[in-house]
């Protein structure tokens, strides 16, 4: 499994942005579907965003023209950049990468708090 690691997270006000960076240890990474979930506390997981090796991205509707998935393959990189931020946005977020195969691997997660 390849290793991620998220980082970006913190505590930002209503309307503030922030970018979420996940960094992937192999360089297999321009084959994977890179995905963005998120956990708020006493819910389910999430998917936020998500982007396949030729660039198409997917967004839940609840972030769609406010959140911009983006990844750079020569440094094994996704990103997400969150802009208008709502409270409802707090929540840790993941770093998932999706194989052809179906395999998944997940990061550590990184806290995001928006307060209002």
């Known amino acids: 499994q390849v290793q991620l690691v998220e980082s970006g997270g913190g505590l930002v006000q209503a309307g503030g942005s922030l970018r979420l960076s996940c960094a992937a240890s192999?360089?297999?990474?321009?084959?994977?579907?890179m995905r963005w979930f998120r956990q708020a506390p006493g819910k389910q997981r999430e998917l936020v965003a998500a982007i396949t090796s030729g660039e198409t991205t997917n967004y839940a509707g609840s972030v769609k023209g406010r959140f911009t998935i983006s990844r750079d393959n020569a440094k094994n990189t996704v990103y997400l950049q969150m802009n208008s931020l709502k409270p409802e946005d707090t929540a840790v977020y993941y770093c998932n990468a999706l194989t052809v195969r179906g395999i998944n691997s997940w990061g550590q997660g990184t806290q995001v708090t928006v307060s209002s």
């Open positions: 192999e360089s297999a990474f321009s084959s994977k579907t």
